[in-house]
């Protein structure tokens, strides 16, 4: 329990130094004042002029407007030369763009795209405007290439270089240390779970949790229009947003799937498989330029609030069939936490968007604190589940090892034993197999005891370990029954290390002379059996070891007369 609190600790106070990190990197010093045009605006549109307009109701009157229409948006900028590096910056939505500053061309973007009927998305522009000492006039033409490309519009700043970028990232400083805390810990634990997913194939569900982290990350980079003020997109941005977007609900279904193998059931694999190809299907509409991912995202949010009903469906049903083990339940809890702030994000959003309600700090709040709720259920869970799995491989490995170890000598058993020859049927190796069978035992057990006859196991099995070390795999397979098998290229030390062997009893009977220990052995090659059959070889090799032990009790008989 405490390991679980201090590694969450651990993640949280890594949260908070990100979010520090960001906050004074991007503090603005303000040199001079960063200025917000959000009123004075005469637009041109349809050969209408609109005179002194705010940035709302430029957004109430850019909601109808079409493809291949052009805006003039006009104003008055201050001075510029009370700054060293006086800059503009503005959104542009679905359209390319021309800034003439006092009827001169600064700016031209995207306009070639036009002809083309490439895509253009959303984008940041960043207009150096030239020191001059008195007011300047501004235009900003706009060349709209999607219909609705303006449900909303963003006030411009105006200001020092430095602090018009520093003020909009910090004014989005939460979805920005929101996006790189998830993407940083998505590669972290991407890296982590593939190198547990030898040993626990069933840690699948957080692999693609990890590969979510990270399309989440760049998905709020590119939604909140953060990325490409320190990544070059080339005009990509917004096709990166759709795109990590889109793949987000395979990767969610994946998620599920993996959880108590719902894979398995065929309605959870038509909904997911249905869901999935559509996601993928409007991908491709938007790269063969058959439909734009902005046109079909109607489409996509149908998809993705029907994974979000789905998915609660499913957690409520297998919580009450009691079938997720707790590490799930967390996990899962945090997915739905997600798909509800993504779903009321997009509510509130909408209501934004049609002047029903205010903009608010919700749009840039909700998701990331939703995303931050689903990076640590999946740290609780990742927690619970490698150290739940680890402490259940231990235990397997204990039972595994009761199994198939001697329960004195702690040697390999004969159930090891057998599954060791029937390993070497199943190959092609060349082998050696050694039968060791100790002489003596049944005397010493009747004469001493039986904790005496142990004695001489414990000991013969140490001396065994010794002299083979891991040359070889070595068994107790009976009661005063050893063996021992080598491979290549110990073939030839085969009479080396069994002269280390009854050389090293003889030195225990020396320093311990209670009872007499010695060992009788015999071995044989699999090239001597026709087909290398191991148990035909470990007979042959037997046979040799008695005709051992016979000769061991014919010198001892003559010893004795003499």
């Not at 894979?263 to 439909?291: E, M, N, P, Q, R």
Request: proline residues 3%; neutral net charge.
């Amino acid at each position: 329990m405490y390991k679980r609190i201090n590694f969450l600790i651990i993640a949280l106070l890594t949260f908070i130094v990100l979010i520090s990190i960001c906050h004074f990197l991007f503090l603005p010093k303000y040199t001079q004042s960063v200025k917000t045009l959000d009123n004075g605006w005469t637009v041109e549109h349809n050969e209408k002029t609109y005179e002194n307009m705010s940035s709302e109701s430029i957004g109430k009157l850019f909601s109808s407007i079409k493809k291949g229409e052009v805006v003039k948006l006009s104003n008055t900028l201050p001075q510029s030369s009370d700054y060293t590096f006086p800059t503009l910056m503005f959104l542009s939505r679905y359209s390319a763009v021309e800034v003439y500053i006092d009827k001169e061309l600064f700016l031209s973007k995207y306009t070639d795209y036009l002809n083309e009927d490439r895509f253009i998305g959303c984008t940041y522009n960043v207009v150096t405007i030239p020191l001059k000492d008195k007011d300047t006039q501004l235009d900003i033409y706009l060349y709209i290439s999607e219909d609705s490309a303006y449900s909303y519009f963003n006030s411009p700043t105006y200001g020092e270089y430095h602090d018009v970028v520093r003020a909009f990232i910090f004014k989005n400083m939460f979805p920005l240390a929101t996006s790189i805390f998830l993407i940083i810990f998505g590669i972290a634990f991407l890296i982590i779970t593939l190198s547990f997913y030898k040993t626990l194939p069933s840690i699948l569900s957080q692999l693609f949790s990890s590969i979510l982290f990270i399309f989440l990350g760049i998905w709020m980079l590119s939604y909140f229009r953060l990325i490409d003020f320190f990544i070059n997109t080339y005009g990509k941005a917004t096709e990166i947003e759709y795109l990590s977007l889109y793949i987000m609900v395979p990767l969610t279904y994946l998620i599920i799937g993996c959880i108590e193998e719902h894979y398995k059931d065929w309605i959870f694999l038509v909904i997911a498989s249905t869901s999935s190809i559509i996601c993928i299907f409007l991908i491709l509409l938007h790269f063969t330029g058959i439909a734009r991912m902005n046109q079909t995202l109607r489409y996509f949010q149908c998809i993705s609030l029907m994974c979000s009903v789905f998915l609660i469906v499913i957690i409520i049903k297998d919580i009450k069939q009691k079938k997720l083990l707790p590490s799930e339940i967390i996990q899962l809890i945090g997915l739905v936490f997600f798909s509800f702030s993504y779903i009321i994000n997009f509510i509130a959003f909408t209501l934004e968007i049609l002047h029903i309600v205010p903009a608010s700090l919700v749009t840039v709040r909700l998701i990331p604190m939703g995303g931050l709720i689903f990076v640590f259920a999946n740290l609780i869970n990742y927690f619970i589940y490698i150290s739940e799995s680890f402490a259940m491989r231990k235990e397997y490995a204990s039972l595994t090892h009761l199994a198939y170890a001697d329960g004195l000598t702690d040697l390999p058993n004969r159930s090891r034993y057998d599954k060791y020859m029937a390993d070497l049927d199943s190959g092609s190796d060349d082998y050696c197999i050694i039968s060791l069978d100790l002489n003596g035992l049944k005397e010493i057990n009747d004469k001493s005891g039986h904790a005496a006859g142990d004695k001489y196991l414990l000991e013969f099995s140490s001396v065994l370990k010794q002299c083979f070390e891991d040359k070889g795999f070595i068994a107790r397979i009976g009661g005063d029954e050893f063996v021992a098998i080598l491979k290549e290229p110990y073939f030839e030390e085969v009479d080396n290390i069994l002269t280390r062997l009854k050389d090293a009893l003889e030195v225990k009977n020396i320093l311990y002379p209670g009872f007499r220990r010695s060992v009788a052995s015999g071995y044989a090659f699999s090239t001597e059996v026709p087909q290398k059959d191991s148990h035909s070889v470990y007979l042959l090799a037997d046979k040799r070891m008695y005709e051992n032990k016979k000769i061991m009790h014919a010198k001892l008989g003559i010893a004795a007369r003499l």
